[in-house]
């Protein structure tokens, strides 16, 4: 099988999981959560280098304040603790997103981890929280910028390549895009990087998004013929 090197998830669906089991939305990120540790130990097995999840939006604050408030606990939960797993197994972890308007114990927790996991080498889980794609390329575009003017790149240096080391992780191009939990779209996610990824649209929900699925997206995805522009010639 071939394996994708970089692969993308939007990790959605955990409060349609909850609500069909006459649960509340909160026990759906939980499983959501353990759901992420198991995805993340097993695409390190499979060889998988970079793993970059989605797990809370620039818009996701446009939810309850109890919504955000338990996610947010959440978050800080899995980076104090619940990920000691996957920091054990060699697993560097680093984020994506906006600092503002995280609370501080968030940001704390989130600096912890990656300060804990920073020497790990078997694979990269890059977390994208209060992240939004088009924000990327704006803060991207306001860094290259700001070297522009201080003479650090000419303008005729800027391309397509480069452009990519100003993104919030200097990280390569996503391979397969899983989206998980019905809907067909982006909603802001990693927009840059995913200009050639195959993409994987996959009913289940998030938390029911386990090893044997994962395993069923990359035999989708060895089964692409990807051909960048170029014309197959065999
Ligand atoms: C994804 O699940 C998790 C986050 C966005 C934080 P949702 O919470 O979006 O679940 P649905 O889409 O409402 O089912
Ligand atoms: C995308 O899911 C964000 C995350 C998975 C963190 P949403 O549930 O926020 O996306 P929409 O609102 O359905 O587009
Ligand atoms: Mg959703």
């Not at 970059?52 to 818009?59: H, P």
């Not at 889980?125 to 003479?151: H, P, R, T, W």
């Not at 191009?173 to 779209?185: A, F, N, S």
């Not at 938390?207 to 522009?229: M, Q, V």
Request: glycine fraction near 6%; aromatic fraction near 10%.
């Amino acid at each position: 099988m071939n394996i994708p090197n970089h692969i993308g998830i939007i990790m959605d669906g955990n409060g349609r999981w909850a609500t069909e089991r006459g649960k509340k939305r909160s026990e759906g990120h939980k499983a959501g959560g353990k759901t992420l540790e198991k995805l993340a130990l097993h695409a390190k097995n499979l060889g998988v280098k970079i793993l970059s999840v989605y797990a809370f939006s620039t818009d996701n604050f446009k939810r309850s304040d109890e919504e955000v408030s338990f996610l947010m606990d959440l978050l800080i939960q899995y980076f104090n603790g619940k990920l000691n797993r996957v920091c054990e197994e060699g697993i560097k972890i680093v984020f994506s997103g906006r600092k503002e308007p995280l609370r501080k114990d968030v940001l704390e927790a989130m600096e912890n981890i990656v300060e804990r996991t920073k020497d790990n080498k078997e694979c990269i889980l890059n977390i994208c929280l209060n992240y939004g794609g088009q924000e990327e390329i704006v803060d991207a575009s306001l860094k290259i910028a700001d070297d522009i003017n201080n003479g650090i790149i000419k303008k005729e240096e800027l391309t397509r390549e480069n452009f990519m080391k100003y993104l919030y992780q200097d990280l390569p191009p996503i391979d397969l895009l899983i989206r998980t939990g019905k809907e067909h779209r982006l909603s802001n996610f990693m927009l840059y990087q995913s200009f050639y990824a195959e993409i994987y649209f996959v009913d289940t929900y998030f938390p029911d998004f386990l090893e044997t699925e994962l395993d069923k997206s990359i035999e989708y995805f060895s089964n692409r013929d990807r051909r960048f522009g170029s014309v197959k010639t065999n």
